[in-house]
Each structure stands twice: as structure tokens, then as C-alpha cells.
């Protein structure tokens, strides 16, 4: 079995600061790692994936994620948030078969 | 296109008359997916297939049914909706080999 946390259901940063949220994961089996990203009455659209080797992981618009497996984390980090980065953010770990995702983490992003 | 659609994108139905969700998806994939999605839970899957005529239960089953008769096609269906199955839901399909899920657009469902 597996799951997900995220923690922090909304997270507010200014354009241009750093942004990071936080993932962490519980799983039997080693990890696949996922995150997410929904925007405004989109579905969802693949950041980036963790499967196997390196475990920084670089993925579209500029984020990226580290797999800790000690820390049993997947935090995401983007250098310079930009107005266009305000969605909702879903981590999500593969196990088997299955996809169980974290119940989400809103980024607002203010000028 | 190699996409996931679904149909109908918005609807609005009143307790108990049965509807169908559709999904298809173009990319000759093996495993397919309906989650639904509620504000501060996330996303919970329903049903997945890993091949036609193979289903098998998410984490959130009741009172939803679905059929896998065709690789491209997994439609969900609801026999007697209620007011708390009122959500958005989404299809998803992958290859058997492969990590990524594609996902359809979504489908708005309210229940009154």
C-alpha cells in the first residue's frame, strides 16, 4: 500500500521568491514519484517524474524535485515563481499498478 | 492527436436516473482509470483496468460500475446517482510498461 502527503493545502509566495512544496510519501514497494500540476478548470499535467537513478529530477516550466528516500520526501522547488505557476499542485506515488495522489497544495503567486 | 477524451464535460442530473460517463483514449493503452476529484481530498481513484475485461477496484467503489469491452474505450457508469457523487472526474489511461497516466479534461457532475 501506499501514500501521499502534502503538506500545506495552500501556499502564498511572491513573484520572483522561491518556491517549494512539500511531498512525502509512504510506499511497500520502492517508489515512482510524480507531481502534477492543475490549472484553473484544466486536467492534470505532468511536472516530472522520479522512477530509477538520478534522483534530481528536472521538469517542465523550470521545477524541479529531489527524492530523499531517508526523508521519504519528493519536495517540488522552482527558483523564481512567476504569476503564471498559480495552480494546484498534486503529488502522487505509483505502486503495483495503482496511482495514489496527495490531496493537493495551491500555490497563489502575488505581484 | 494522441489524447483521452470524455463525455459529456458538464452535466447536471437529478438523484436516480442513470448515467454514463465515457472515456476513450487513442494511444493503444493498456490501463485505464476514473478517479473523481473533491475540494481537500484529492484525487481518488474508482475503478482501473489493466486490460479489456479486466476491472478492478480503487479506493472509492460504491455505487459506480464500469465495463472494459473495447482496449480504447472505459466508461463509468453511475445506476442510481445521489447527491454526494456530485464531483469532477477524470479518466486516465498508461501503458502497461510505461509511468506517465495521461488524463481526459474532465468531467463536471452535479447530482440534485
Known amino acids: 500500500a501506499q501514500s501521499v502527503t502534502q503538506l500545506g493545502s495552500h501556499v502564498s509566495v511572491s513573484e520572483g521568491a522561491l518556491v517549494l512544496l512539500r511531498c512525502n510519501y509512504s510506499?511497500?514497494?520502492?517508489?515512482?514519484l510524480f507531481w502534477y500540476v492543475q490549472y484553473p478548470n484544466q486536467g492534470l499535467q505532468l511536472l516530472l517524474k522520479?522512477?530509477?537513478?538520478?534522483?534530481l529530477v528536472k521538469g517542465i516550466n523550470g521545477f524541479e524535485a529531489e527524492f530523499k528516500k531517508s526523508e521519504t520526501s519528493f519536495h517540488l522547488t522552482k527558483p523564481s515563481a512567476h504569476m503564471s505557476d498559480a495552480a494546484e499542485y498534486f503529488c502522487?506515488?505509483?505502486?503495483?499498478?495503482?496511482?495514489?495522489f496527495g490531496k493537493g497544495t495551491m500555490l497563489l503567486v502575488s505581484p | 492527436e494522441a489524447q483521452v477524451t470524455q463525455n459529456p464535460r458538464y452535466l447536471i442530473t437529478v438523484t436516480g436516473k442513470k448515467l454514463t460517463v465515457t472515456c476513450s483514449q487513442n494511444m493503444n493503452h493498456e490501463y485505464m482509470s476514473w478517479y473523481r476529484q473533491d475540494p481537500g481530498l484529492g484525487l481518488r481513484q474508482i475503478y482501473y483496468?489493466?486490460?479489456?475485461?479486466?476491472?478492478d477496484k480503487g479506493d472509492v467503489p460504491e455505487g459506480y460500475k464500469v465495463s472494459r469491452k473495447e482496449k480504447r474505450n472505459f466508461p463509468l457508469i453511475l445506476e442510481s446517482p445521489s447527491p454526494n457523487q456530485t464531483s469532477l472526474y477524470f479518466c486516465a489511461s498508461r501503458g502497461l510498461r510505461r509511468d506517465e497516466q495521461f488524463f481526459g479534461p474532465g468531467t463536471r457532475l452535479t447530482v440534485l
Open positions: 510506499s511497500s514497494v520502492p517508489p515512482y
Open positions: 502522487a506515488v505509483k505502486g503495483y499498478s495503482t496511482l495514489t
Open positions: 483496468s489493466m486490460n479489456v475485461e479486466v476491472t
Open positions: 522520479y522512477t530509477t537513478g538520478a534522483t
